[in-house]
């Protein structure tokens, strides 16, 4: 069987159903293929925390124009997304740390995020159950938090009432020259294929410059007003960036239900799923650091996560190599719930009219090739 | 006849039980009232050995304890609500 379609996306993770999603949207017909369930896989497995960053200028664009769409998006979602509006705490243990407060809100100021400086009592009044010992943090308030798995399912939902087609549990044997070939011998023809299967990226196209990251989380049971805010260690950009060893941060997180959502660890070559009790330990001993009565709570579930990071911890947006019906939208690390809808307005405007709204050149897979060519 | 010398409250009621009596008991004892469900279903004790979490109850202010794995003491509050 032989179908032409405009589109086909690879992947109904959080990522290939917004790039479904905005394909649809924009009348294109569009074809999704997923082998598992819609958002079963590193989107099923993350916080959901919409966030925004400032590793890089580049990253510092694409999570604040994520921030904004997703905003935009919330009315639209269902309960079930749990979308809030709870906004994120940077918790600043020390002085040296406070002054990354002032910088941070300087420079979130210039994209048109507001956030404020909030000094050691105002911190405590917030969070009460947070140390008295810390210095302050920042409020970013249009930060949020939603259910990433249900977000994903509305994204593929309504891009089919839109037309687009999903092929659920098909898996992708191959992609590329304008046909995408599924397991049961159907090929869909597409002059634009989006590979947008996070880590698994790989399984079609071996080179790509993506690794597995594994994380863990832990949920406790319900413990309504625990916590009010996204709160996220200052520190935990150190840790994201240490790529040679294992490392754990303070990053909790409220849920609409009152449980409380507890991260996270980081962990290069550790390919096996299951779960690791000595990170769960160094997460739990650095949350109590910051939260000493986090030891109270009751964990109800433990699991683990692969995200699918880059060397520069950008994601790949854009074309591959040679083949020009081959695009990437892959490799968000542990910012593809933020970043999906930034990364398919870029992709599908890029795709349709060749102008987006922020640069695309610093996501566009060929920065790698380049590097690789005059290393 | 076990001494019941253990004096606490359950929702506010006093209950006397004797040493070695698990809170999940001593909820028992003081009336059909355990937990409530998310959906407002009634909830018991089942297990009686910390696997079906049926019997969490807030022991001395602390949410979501196991009330089958705690022995009361002189004094303690237990919330089944």
């Not at chain 2, 059909?32 to 909830?43: L, N, Q, Y």
């Not at chain 2, 979490?53 to 009361?72: M, P």
């Amino acid at each position: 069987m032989s179908e032409d379609w405009d589109v086909v996306v690879a992947g109904a993770g959080i990522v290939g159903a917004a790039c479904a999603h905005e394909c649809a949207s924009r009348g294109l017909r569009t074809a999704i293929v997923e082998a598992g369930e819609i958002g079963g896989g590193a989107t099923a497995a993350g916080m959901g925390h919409i966030v925004v960053l400032d590793d890089s200028p580049a990253q510092l664009a694409l999570t604040s124009y994520s921030q904004g769409l997703w905003r935009e998006l919330s009315s639209r979602l269902p309960a079930g997304a749990e979308y809030e509006s709870c906004g994120t705490l940077w918790v600043a243990s020390d002085d040296e740390e406070m002054e990354e407060v002032h910088r941070k809100r300087a420079l979130y100021a210039t994209v048109g995020i507001a956030s404020e400086v909030l000094d050691s009592h105002a911190l405590a009044e917030a969070e009460p159950h947070l140390s008295p010992a810390l210095a302050g943090a920042l409020l970013v308030p249009s930060d949020g938090v939603l259910y990433p798995p249900c977000a994903a399912e509305y994204l593929v939902r309504d891009a089919v009432r839109l037309g687009a087609k999903l092929y659920s549990q098909f898996k992708v044997v191959s992609a590329g020259d304008g046909l995408v070939r599924l397991n049961d011998g159907t090929e869909l023809r597409a002059p634009r294929i989006i590979n947008a299967l996070g880590s698994e990226a790989v399984t079609l196209l071996p080179d790509l410059p993506i690794r597995k990251r594994k994380g863990h989380l832990v949920i406790t049971d319900r413990y309504p007003g625990f916590v009010h805010h996204q709160l996220v260690e200052l520190g935990y950009l150190k840790s994201a960036h240490s790529i040679a060893t294992d490392s754990v941060a303070f990053n909790i997180q409220p849920r609409k239900t009152g449980q409380v959502l507890l991260g996270s660890s980081r962990q290069f070559g550790a390919e096996d799923s299951t779960v690791d009790y000595s990170m769960v330990a160094a997460m739990i001993d650095r949350a109590r650091v910051f939260m000493p009565e986090i030891g109270t709570l009751s964990a109800i579930r433990i699991w683990t996560g692969f995200r699918a990071a880059t060397p520069d911890k950008l994601p790949l947006i854009g074309p591959w190599q040679d083949d020009p019906t081959l695009f990437l939208a892959a490799g968000h690390e542990g910012l593809g719930i933020t970043t999906s809808l930034g990364t398919a307005k870029v992709l599908v405007d890029y795709l349709v009219d060749g102008e987006t709204q922020i640069p695309i050149d610093p996501y566009l897979p060929a920065r790698f090739v380049r590097s690789e060519a005059h290393a | 006849m076990p001494d019941a010398s253990i004096s606490l409250l359950v929702n506010g009621a006093p209950v006397s039980v004797a040493p070695g009596t698990t809170v999940a008991a001593a909820i028992l004892m003081s009336g059909p009232r355990a937990r409530v469900s998310v959906t407002g279903e009634p909830r018991a004790p089942l297990c009686g050995m910390g696997i079906c979490f049926e019997c969490r109850a807030t022991i001395n202010g602390f949410a979501h304890k196991r009330s089958c794995q705690v022995l009361c003491e002189p004094g303690m509050d237990v919330r089944t609500a």
